[in-house]
């Protein structure tokens, strides 16, 4: 499929390529590095190197050396992986030239959020309790990117254990969003989102257990989708709360997006919850169009969200219509409570998870007198505020005498919510919405009021909940330059669907993501906006 799509835009790929050798060559001379390469998504990148204009190598150094000049005002990376990420680069190298089969992703750098395991390498969580973790096994994830000959450029940082919306609850320092260093990427997965925005790699994984991939990709301009509960497989992905984690890919395009869902997804036998299904084609039908098809559009949902937000919404809708298909209106009536029960679920789930780490079996220990006091020492000084807040709600409302109070009342309105979900899906394709109900916000402006920090994932759990696959696409910016991001959720399994109306709503809005704001990180190639005209990345 890969080779497919390759040899589609080799011709394409090769102009560019030929134009970058000479150019690239010059500027690797003068600089160092071949930051223009950056520039170029994963399926242009893709095409030029099996036209064989560029070498995997080469990608890989391109990236690395940008990583090198801009992580220190990102901090998008946790671990780099430097050597390790030329050496598999130069063996793809010598595969291709040797005529070998080479994967999908065949020399095209990715990053991994450090909640999915490395073999030998860090694996943190983004926590001092694992601090010291070299975990021995790959993910099925990872295992299946590398399978795929993928570079895995380094791991990012996240919200310790994937809890948090901006990437602020990292034990190790906050990420900074590309668009506008003073403000949040977003989170959990706000590491992964940031490094796709900086174009420091073309493609990211995330997990997402309530919005952890799709907010932070709106918040960052990029894509990001979250696949069918049970698609990907969880082996190796560090539990936060299990019924709903599931990891997913970050791309800056819908089809780059697509390319790294379809190489990480399908049955696993060592994940009990995997889907065994054979994995529908998400890349044949891509520019299928959305003629006929019927776009839900939520009644409940656009008060509270910020004017910028709502018009994208809007636009996005009109746009479809435009396009052919329907736009019908439905009800998702229990989505409100959405909040309140995910943050029961998905804290008591947390609650018994993170029981493991206990200071005998691996990651950080205490000491202490007795078992209990080095236990109680270990997971006072390994675990940050917000993964204690959650251990504390999760294991009272486990608790005799309140589990069916909370608990049991949660999991009855999960039920509802997946009720209204097969109601609306009796009328429509897809649903869109926002992602989030605001664009990117300043560092510090929600870290001491964690219920301001929860109602950003008020858009984003209702699809958690129900399993279903969800994605966010940039749709435009808001008022300050800010991108926003627009959410589309499909019926169990049919990620088919959802990347077809992404990629006709991508198309026809014809809006490139760019940082370019003053204080931004901007690509390769655009210069930085003038801070008086406030000049945006429109095309
Ligand atoms: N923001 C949500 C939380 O804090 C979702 C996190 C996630 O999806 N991993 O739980």
Sequence with gaps: DGEAVGRRLASDGEAVGRRLASDGEAVGRQAGGHDELTAYDATRLGAMLVAGDVSAEQVTRAHLDRIAAHDSDIHAFLTVLGDEAIAQAREVDRRRAAGEVVGRLAGIPVAVKDVLCTRGLPTTCGSRILEEHRPPYDATVVAR??????????????????MGSSTEN???????????????PGGSSG??????????????????????????????????????????SRYGLIAFASSLDQAGPFG???ADTAHA????????????????EPVGDVLTGLDGGVEGLHVGVVTETLDDVE?????????????????????????????????????????????????????????????????????????SAGFGDEVIRRIMIGTYALSAGYYDAYYVSAQRVRTLIIADYRQAFARCDVVLSPT?????????????????MY?????????????????????GVDEAGLPVGVQLVAPLLDEPVLFTVAQALETEIGFEPVPSGANSVHPPGRPRANAQTGEQGHR
């Design 261 to 276: 869902y379809a190489a990480i997804a399908g049955h696993d036998p060592m994940d009990s919850t995997s889907i065994p």
């Design 436 to 452: 989030s109900p605001s664009t990117a916000f300043e560092i510090g402006a929600k870290t001491d009021d964690p219920l301001a």
């Design 170 to 184: 990292s034990a190790y320092g906050v990420t900074r969003n590309p668009w506008d260093l003073g403000r949040v």
């Design 252 to 254: 800056r395009t819908v």
């Design 307 to 379: 004017p910028g937000v709502a018009g994208r919404v809007r636009e996005g809708a009109e746009l479809l219509g435009k396009l052919g298909a329907e736009i019908v209106e439905v009800s998702l009536p229990h989505a409100r409570y959405g909040i309140a029960a995910y943050y029961l679920i998905a804290p008591s789930e947390a609650s018994s998870n993170l029981a493991r780490y206990d200071g005998v079996r691996y990651g950080l220990r205490a000491d202490g007198d007795t078992t209990e006091q080095m236990m109680a020492a270990t997971r």
């Design 191 to 232: 590491g992964s989102s940031a490094a796709v925005a900086a174009h420091f790699a073309p493609l990211a994984i995330g997990t997402d257990t309530g919005g952890s991939i799709r907010q932070p990709a709106a918040l960052c301009g990029v894509v990001g989708m979250k696949p069918t509960y049970g698609r990907v």
């Design 455 to 475: 109602l950003n994932d008020v858009f984003t759990v209702p699809a958690s909940l129900a399993g279903l696959p969800a994605l966010s696409m940039p749709a």
């Design 145 to 162: 990117l590398r399978a795929a000959d993928a570079i895995v450029l380094g791991k990012t940082n996240l919200d310790e254990f994937a």
